[in-house]
């Protein structure tokens, strides 16, 4: 790449902040139920079976909400007031299924949904909302052994502080000796260490494909890729340096120090979804002893020639959601290919550049890691 | 007690939402800074150096934004509109030291302040803000080794689900086969597992006392104590055995058989803030076989009577702020002493039923468990 992929990557993910399904027509369902997002006990936002989302909010002296969910071009979706002072209304078309963030623009100042629990992205802890998906299946909580996720606060000389990640271990860790695999995971822009978790549900989709035997375990180390200083105008300043020092100077050997790690580059990997991909097309090719396998999830392509003088990866991974263009990563597979290298792609059906396409994406690396 | 103590500690609980440092008067110093717990890059809310706190909310087509800290009996801080749509204000006086939870109402409806992080509290996910402590040191993050805090997901038969607790480790554990003690250490009303984390940055305690040489280190598991289905009105109807369950017969076993624990009663301490007192008060006494310290942090007091015919606990600890009425806990000292009890006590000065109080308690306590 990079800096015209990194444009493309974001020019979609920013189009697709107002997605939805492309089906509304007809009838909608009154089988609304509450979103599996919502703060404990609230009734809204709701979610019907085919995918449209109705908000109520109560502000009894408002003029008026918008709710940034909804049709693009027309701003969201507008609440209506009743004069029970409750603001309600669903947005125009159904959805598209998975995880969105929101807000309300309330007589023009923005505030968070009372009803929904709050996640981190576009560098604020935002609302949001899912809509469960046909195949939610594999990130759902189920009734099968649960790895853990730990919250460490590693040392960084380079940026004088202490800084946070947090490891998945699969269930069973720590019970024997035994020593696992390590991926290194990054969020997207304006999202930080907390994504890969809460929006992105990596650790029931590790615990169930586990459950299934369908992966060797292997840990998960997230943390904060520095990346929410820059503004969306202003991509190309970004400089890798000061992560990729944070990563493989301070991070990994503070994991491989205190957690059974298998610590070569063939029981490393690393992956990283849209400006996460970036860091990680960037950090792989510059250290391509330290990590074995390379993953993508809409965050860009490597071309043959970046990779013909570094140490050969065991795997390239490129995804990235149907609704991003996927000709992109098809054509980057088809050349990488040819030139000899071992390379998956997966294309997450119905999906724009959101987390149900990355949740997908893990679903499709994981088995394909560590063999 | 126990449901009159109850009834006190949430009188008092309630009282607090609106108390304040008494010793408004005199100019306000003009050095305000943003509170440490704002959103990354979020100037406001802020605070000064006499613990005024200050608000700023965009909002240009509103009418009205109250803050719910502020003067008791004045619904809080009021603030005013100006011309660029801004509304900004300060609270009449200096807060109490420490962390307050607070929400705004904007023309009505109730939102959380966009500047500011929010933690769980009240049944619901609310904005916070940090007055700095003058002994704020002993909970600050520092270049000391680091513990972990693990999310687990823990079967639970009796309620048919997994349920989550978090569960912090000492720096080095599991580098050897060494085994800890454990606190169980339970929230208030309407907080939840991620309470004494969050707010109560129980972790960064421990990692400070330990580097100190202070404590001898142990093992902290905190999950839900399911108390929020529990009105203010009817908290006299809220029945312990079915959190008891989850917690004896299936975290407990949970944490033995996944942990590297020592898994006696002379190495197990339950303690619990408020409500979470009141829990600690009703299982420790069902279960004295099970526990050897129990701690009751503003949540009430035992009473010898109730504790002849059980298994004597090895330490009562008993502590609340000066603000919330401590001659119950000092009176509650001495007949235990009296009776042959191993007491100690502790009094937060200038604190009501707020997270410092706890903060200190849990730093109190610490050094004299598992002794």
């Not at 609302?127 to 730990?150: N, R, T």
Request: hydrophobic residues 35%; charged residues 20%; aromatic residues 12%.
């Amino acid at each position: 790449m990079n800096l015209k992929c990194m444009t493309i990557i974001l020019a979609v993910a920013f189009a697709c902040t107002f997605c939805h399904a492309q089906t509304s027509s007809g009838s909608i369902n009154e089988d609304f139920r509450p979103s599996p997002l919502n703060q404990p006990g609230q009734e809204y936002p709701q979610v019907n079976s085919q995918g449209y989302a109705r908000f109520r909010i109560f502000a009894p002296h408002s003029d008026s909400i918008r709710v940034s969910l909804g049709l693009g071009g027309q701003g969201g979706t507008r609440l209506s007031k009743g004069s029970d002072g409750f603001f309600t209304g669903t947005t125009a078309g159904p959805m598209d299924e998975g995880f969105h963030y929101y807000h309300l623009t309330i007589d023009g100042g923005v505030f968070n949904d009372p009803g929904a629990l709050n996640f981190y992205g576009s560098t604020r802890w935002e609302s949001g909302i899912e809509i469960p998906a046909k195949d939610q299946d594999f990130y759902a909580l189920k009734a099968v052994p649960h790895g853990h996720v730990q919250q460490i606060l590693f040392p960084s000389k380079s940026t004088n502080t202490s800084r946070r990640a947090f490891v998945y271990t699969p269930p069973g860790y720590g019970k024997s000796s035994r020593r696992y695999p390590v991926l290194y995971l990054q969020h997207g822009w304006g999202e930080d260490e907390t994504a890969w978790s809460n929006q992105g549900r990596a650790n029931l989709i590790m615990d169930n494909l586990i459950a299934e035997g369908k992966v060797k375990p292997f840990i998960i180390v997230m943390t904060y890729g520095m990346t929410n200083e820059v503004k969306w105008g202003s991509i190309r300043s970004f400089k890798i340096d000061e992560f990729q020092t944070v990563l493989t100077d301070e991070l990994i050997p503070y994991i491989d120090n205190n957690f059974l790690t298998v610590a070569n580059r063939e029981n490393r990997a690393m992956a990283g979804l849209s400006m996460g991909g970036m860091e990680t097309h960037s950090i792989t090719l510059n250290k391509s002893d330290l990590f074995g396998y390379y993953a993508l999830l809409s965050g860009g392509i490597f071309k043959p020639e970046e990779l013909k003088d570094k140490a050969k990866p065991r795997l390239i991974f490129l995804s990235c959601g149907s609704k991003e263009r996927p000709e992109g990563v098809l054509n980057a597979v088809s050349t990488l290919k040819e030139a000899g290298y071992h390379v998956v792609s997966y294309v997450s059906e119905n999906t724009a550049h959101e987390f149900l396409t990355w949740r997908r994406s893990l679903r499709e690396l994981a088995p394909l890691l560590f063999n």
